[in-house]
């Protein structure tokens, strides 16, 4: 059973509209985070949640949303989809103090059109 | 800013040897390496913390230099299923120095082995 869910994990949505993509975890880490991947860009960090509701902006947040009311769920939310916000999502969980690194989701792939 | 990674991409084949390096210009607390499979999510291999600390397990190895802000890995004796790309993500540790704080990810090796 994955530790680790996304969803959904495809949609395409029209330029304009507000999209949620929802990252959901079973392992009451504390850590969630929100990254965008882009050819020729690799992983770029969007967001970030290091409690219930305490959250902050990484490198790539223009245009982005996050909140966490609950440990388990961490939501992206594109305000007003965009071309440019076409990518491959991925939410990832972590601990401090752990040598275990990051555990990634399965990704969502979102096109906007 | 992003670390650097170098090559950008190699190819192999089976047997051979590749080492793939990671470059910062801010000082680290530590350096991850993750491997990503085509349509699949990045897998965690190994963490370095600063130290200089060496680490691996089967043929993949890692080393960090903190000095330099450098890390290295070392992939021997390749095999196919080593096929993919290779990320290091990179954490200044943050105010509590958490080793898995907010990580930036350099662009991407993308290593191909033959048979």
């Known amino acids: 059973d994955a530790g680790i869910t996304q969803s959904p994990r495809h949609k395409v949505t029209e330029t304009g509209t507000p999209v949620t993509l929802r990252c959901h975890q079973t392992e009451n880490h504390r850590y969630m985070y929100w990254y965008r991947q882009d050819p020729g860009h690799g992983l770029r960090l969007i967001h970030y949640?290091?409690?219930?509701?305490?959250?902050d902006k990484g490198e790539v947040s223009d245009g982005y949303s996050v909140s966490r009311s609950k440990t388990e769920d961490f939501l992206l939310t594109l305000e007003s989809a965009t071309s440019s916000q076409t990518s491959v999502y991925f939410c990832?969980?972590?601990?401090?103090?752990?040598?275990?690194?990051?555990?990634f989701g399965s990704g969502t792939r979102l096109t906007v059109v | 800013q992003q670390p650097v990674q170098s090559p950008q991409a190699v190819i192999l084949r089976e047997g051979e040897d590749a080492v793939i390096n990671c470059s910062s210009s801010k000082a680290l607390y530590s350096v991850h390496w993750y491997r990503q499979k085509h349509g699949e999510a990045p897998v965690f291999l190994m963490i370095?913390?600063?130290?200089?600390e060496q680490k691996g397990h089967d043929k993949i190895s890692a080393s960090f230099n903190e000095k330099k802000q450098q890390s290295s890995l070392y992939l021997t004796a390749s095999q196919l299923s080593y096929s993919g790309t290779y990320f290091c993500g990179t954490s200044d540790g943050g105010n509590s120095g958490g080793s898995n704080y907010k990580l930036t990810f350099g662009k991407g090796t993308l290593l191909t082995v033959n048979p």
């Open positions: 370095l913390l600063k130290g200089g």
């Open positions: 990832a969980i972590s601990e401090l103090g752990n040598d275990y690194g990051y555990t």
């Open positions: 949640s290091y409690g219930v509701k305490d959250t």
